[in-house]
């Protein structure tokens, strides 16, 4: 069985005293370990969190929410204002977003870029959270799976192992504006995708693998969500910004 897994992102949000009262708060929540709890604070708060946490949560993991490459992967070099994958694993981080509709659409990261560092995360060994998702136009347009699945297919190039890898499926329509996929409309995509991995790395790794839904999930909506048979978990944005309704959505 797939163990869920609740992820919060807190994208650019919450200053350093914020960020760990949030995480003191969270580090009273436990799932006795029948569930998988991350944290993607920034990359300014992300030390002090995973050492707090690491002393009184060591259930909850940090992910980083992103990190850069430099030419030809490299993982150090001149290029300002830029944060490697060597720093947020020596800040705790064990697992990275990648491929985040805000990094796509906002900062213009395409899917071979998001590949170079799924492929360098793994290899590092963190757990690559690789976040796949349609616009309104193209659901509009009722090209939805073919946008996620081409997306997926070019992400995880040459990427052979699926073992450090979840996938989270957020449509870009439902994030942040309070719109929700329907628990069975998120489902037909998650199983769309699960027999794209099944094509393509076989029936074990399609059963293994966890497929997340992210978009404005929130405390009133996680339970139907969990109950479909494809939906592993959430990645969860402002809700989680909020302890109670993050324990909430944990608990559901
Ligand atoms: C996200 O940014 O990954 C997200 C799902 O945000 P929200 O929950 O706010 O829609």
Not at 202 to 231: F, H, T
Request: charged residues 20%; glycine residues 8%; aromatic residues 6%.
């Amino acid at each position: 069985m797939r163990k869920p897994l609740i992820a919060a992102n807190w994208k650019m949000f919450l200053n350093l005293k914020e960020a760990l009262s949030l995480a003191a708060s969270l580090s009273k929540v436990n799932t006795d370990g029948e569930k998988d709890i991350f944290i993607a604070p920034s990359f300014t708060n992300m030390a002090v969190v995973a050492e707090e946490l690491k002393k009184s949560a060591p259930h909850i993991s940090v992910a980083a929410q992103n990190f850069y490459l430099g030419a030809d992967d490299a993982s150090s070099g001149a290029y300002t204002g830029e944060v490697s994958l060597p720093m947020i694993k020596s800040a705790g981080a064990t697992a990275v977003i990648l491929g985040h509709s805000e990094r796509r659409n906002i900062f213009g990261e395409d899917d071979a870029f998001i590949n170079r560092k799924v492929k360098c995360a793994i290899a590092e060994g963190l757990t690559a959270i690789l976040c796949v998702g349609e616009l309104l136009a193209e659901r509009e347009a009722s090209v939805q799976n073919e946008v996620v699945l081409a997306q997926l297919g070019k992400s995880l190039a040459q990427v052979a192992d699926l073992t450090n890898v979840v996938i989270a499926y957020e449509p870009v329509w439902a994030i942040g504006t309070g719109k929700t996929a329907t628990p069975a409309g998120a489902d037909e995509m998650h199983n769309a995708i699960r027999t794209f991995i099944g094509r393509y790395y076989g029936k074990s790794a399609s059963n293994e693998i966890r497929i997340l839904y992210g978009g404005s999930v929130k405390p009133d909506n996680i339970k139907a969500l969990m109950q479909q048979g494809n939906i592993d978990g959430a990645l969860v944005g402002g809700a989680s910004l909020n302890a109670e309704q993050f324990e909430k959505i944990i608990n559901y």
